[in-house]
């Protein structure tokens, strides 16, 4: 068989075999598509499964919230719950953030007045409580613990003229037994607490 009929031989090969006439280029962009539509479907499906983990998540947060606020007590849109184990600020504060929420911080008289009634039906009378509240970084600019500036202020203004300690009385406490006035107090003392948690 001389070379004419060796080609003639292997274009009637490649006649009756379809596949194999394809480039190696051709066969790369078929296994690029295919790789494209795989990792497309992947990514769809990573994304399924994070909103499911999301979802997940703000429902564990939502029961226990619902459990917090069954212990403690419901006031406009938020809830309180009372620690009666007695602590310095930064120790109270830490415990509040590390069950989801922060001290308690009253933004409206109503709201002052139903937290100082929890107290008093949770913890008892002649109890001082932590706020959320301080003057740490500039002496008598009081912010929440966002750092924003406190418009609602219930300070006792009768007996003393609070806040009157300073810069050695840095947090603030509201007091039970003068019925829920705010006094400034040394952030080191210990004092019973109050987390508050926002609700839906």
Known sequence: MDLR?????LCL???ANPA????PASAKKKNARKEAANNA???KMQKQIDDIVEELNLLKEHQALQTVCL?????LGKCFLADP???NFHAASEDCVAKGGSLGTPVTGDENDRLYEYVLRSIGQEEHVWLGINDMITEGQWVDQSGQGVRF???ET???????GGRGQNCAIMSTSANGKWFDENCRAEKVSVCEFNIV
């Open 20 to 23: 194999l006439q394809q480039t």
């Open 153 to 155: 202020k219930n300070w």
């Open 5 to 9: 009929g060796a080609c003639l031989m």
């Open 13 to 15: 090969f490649l006649l």
């Open 158 to 164: 009768v007996i003393t003229l609070q806040p009157d």
């Open 41 to 43: 479907v992947i990514e």
């Open 85 to 87: 184990v007695k602590k």
């Open 71 to 75: 212990r403690g007590t419901k006031v």
